[in-house]
């Protein structure tokens, strides 16, 4: 079994940064792809990013392209997430997902793992 934890999520203002840790416990490393998803209240939880192989070949969503990145330490077994230019939108509780294997995607519904997810509050 995996657990998954989060942490690093808060309050910060438009424009600030945030970086997001998801620490794996367990079978911790067999897991690939990593990968963070976000739900804002009352939508559906979206991909945000994702990393994948011993090459750490990163994915993005378009709406966080060149201002978030997404990157991990095998050592630490632990994903992080760096959020830039953090906008209003951004407003949601992040949450760390893992697979067993990387099947082509990172569908939410394909996730094996999942943490209980972090706030992240983008005020004006």
């Known amino acids: 079994q995996v657990q998954l934890v989060e942490s690093g999520g808060g309050l910060v203002q438009a424009g600030g940064s945030l970086r997001l840790s998801c620490v794996a416990a367990g079978r911790a490393f067999t897991i690939s792809p990593m990968g963070w998803f976000r739900q804002a209240p009352g939508k559906e939880r979206t991909f945000v990013a994702g990393?994948?192989?011993?090459?750490?070949?990163?994915s993005y969503a378009d709406s966080v392209k060149g201002r978030f990145t997404i990157s991990r330490d095998n050592a630490k077994n632990t994903v992080y997430l760096q959020m830039n230019s953090l906008k209003l939108e951004d407003t949601a509780v992040y949450y760390c997902?893992?697979?067993?294997?990387?099947?082509?995607?990172?569908?939410?519904?394909?996730?094996?793992?999942w943490g209980k997810g972090t706030l992240v509050t983008v005020s004006s």
């Open positions: 990393i994948r192989g011993s090459a750490g070949i990163t």
């Open positions: 997902a893992g697979k067993r294997f990387y099947d082509g995607n990172y569908r939410a519904d394909g996730m094996d793992y």
